[in-house]
């Protein structure tokens, strides 16, 4: 039998319905199935991508069904339709993804989008006013992605941030490495970059103990108000003769005064060897909370340099509460939170714990009014109070196996469609998940290269 020229043989075109111009569903044959993060384009001028969020299968694998959003690109100029009905889509060209994830400008850029090289995805810095969950497994490459952002805030905004380091990871933010973008460098270089270290000559990281307020000192000496209310009653006394007495005699004054109160404080304070912190207390000398008073264009605190859990979380509190305290002044501050599950866990183990992160709490849910925004890193989503992760708005996640962390992630963040959240256990080094206001759309990233010096690099294995 020949065979009929006339025929046409092509597959079908898949048809496309809308009940309210919003969400969509698409069916069609399995060999045509969209994958999750796709964008179909729909026939006609100035019609709006479907974004494709869901992707079901029958049992036989024969047929799916798709279902998303329509979005319009970054023109504003998709067209507004009740519904749509049987409507033709097809793959879209890179182009018109690129109008609706990239910017003009580069520099905005984070990375490119994981299947389309071509296209950037774009940061938006004004919805940096919402707090950010940043996560994902040892290896991911969490820390040089987190690097990455830094640096394009530092270029393309005039937010100041101060970050929290204790890993000493992000030191070298103000250094450039060989190679680098020259546009990158030149800006990062008009920008103050102040790195404050414990012990250091020049940029010491340490606080006034008398600056601190009643509760972050009570919380230092592991004080009750209520049952050391002697000791307590004590330590407020002390705090008017502090500027009468050189604080490494603090002890010998507590002594000298017959009061057995005041020699019981004196003993904790020997006790818990807080005057052993010598690189913790400033002594008079300008603290930690002045700097960033100043607002540098990026303060780093460099916690990793202190031997004592305890001194970390002493700065912290002292940083945060003079923050708190100044938050009338509605000047703007990033707040980046790295390793945050020790900053801010479910149930700290000590009073000077849980002082910070009530603290973090507090500004978690009142502090964006005020201008002060956070940004937290962690290895482990379970790890850091609930209350703070669900005041973000943000989210990066990165390679992460744990399903307990990934299925949490999916119930707090429920703007994020479950099959990006899925791929997460297989994205590859370097790979993120952006989602939320500050980027166009959720998308995959392939994180860009950094122009500063990568912190937290893995110690290689030794090799013949």
Not at 119 to 129: E, F, Q, S, Y
Not at 159 to 177: A, K
Not at 340 to 355: I, R, S, Y
Not at 392 to 421: A, H, K, W, Y
């Amino acid at each position: 039998m020949a065979a009929n020229d006339d025929v046409d043989l092509s597959p079908a075109p898949l048809r496309l319905e809308s009940p309210d111009g919003r969400s969509f569903s698409v069916r069609g044959p399995a060999s045509a199935c969209p994958r999750v993060g796709e964008y179909l384009a729909i026939d006609g001028a100035d019609a709006p991508l479907a974004f494709v969020e869901e992707v079901a299968t029958d049992p036989a694998g024969d047929a799916f069904v798709a279902s998303g959003s329509l979005v319009g690109d970054a023109s504003g100029a998709a067209e507004a339709r009740a519904r749509w009905s049987q409507t033709p889509v097809r793959p879209t060209e890179a182009s018109a993804v690129q109008r609706l994830l990239s910017a003009p400008d580069e520099q905005l850029h984070l990375g490119r989008l994981a299947d389309h090289d071509e296209v950037g995805v774009a940061l938006i810095p004004k919805r940096l006013n919402r707090h950010t969950f940043w996560c994902g497994q040892s290896g991911s490459g969490k820390t040089y992605a987190l690097g990455v952002l830094l640096e394009r805030i530092l270029v393309n905004t005039r937010l100041p941030m101060v970050i929290f380091d204790p890993n000493s990871d992000f030191v070298r933010l103000g250094e450039t490495t060989a190679g680098a973008d020259p546009e990158s460098v030149a800006a990062l270089g008009d920008r103050e970059v102040v790195v404050l270290r414990p012990g250091d000559e020049t940029s010491p990281l340490h606080v006034l103990f008398k600056e601190m307020t009643p509760r972050a000192r009570a919380a230092v000496l592991r004080l009750d108000p209520v049952v050391d209310r002697a000791e307590y009653n004590a330590l407020l006394g002390l705090m008017e003769d502090l500027d009468a007495v050189e604080t490494p005699d603090i002890v010998g004054h507590l002594l000298s005064l017959g009061d057995p109160d005041a020699t019981a404080l004196a003993q904790r304070l020997q006790n818990l060897g807080v005057l052993e912190w010598r690189t913790t207390w400033a002594y008079g000398a300008e603290s930690a909370t002045s700097v960033v008073a100043r607002r540098p264009a990026a303060t780093v605190l460099d916690l990793g340099g202190y031997d004592r859990n305890e001194e970390q979380l002493t700065v912290t509190l002292a940083v945060l509460d003079d923050l708190w305290a100044r938050r009338t002044e509605r000047r703007p501050l990033l707040l980046v939170i790295d390793e945050a599950h020790n900053l801010c866990p479910p149930d700290p183990e000590t009073p000077l714990g849980v002082a910070v992160r009530d603290r973090l709490i507090q500004i978690a849910a009142e502090g964006r009014k005020y201008g002060l925004w956070l940004l937290l890193s962690t290895q482990r989503p379970s790890k850091v109070h609930q209350g703070i992760v669900s005041q973000c708005d943000n989210l990066t996640l990165m390679r992460m196996n744990s399903r307990d962390d990934l299925e949490q992630l999916g119930s707090i963040f429920g703007f994020v469609p479950r099959g990006l959240l899925a791929q997460a256990a297989r994205f590859r080094q370097g790979e993120a998940l952006v989602a939320g206001g500050f980027v166009p759309m959720p998308s995959i990233v392939r994180v860009r290269g950094r122009v500063t010096p990568e912190g937290g690099i893995d110690v290689p294995v030794p090799m013949p």
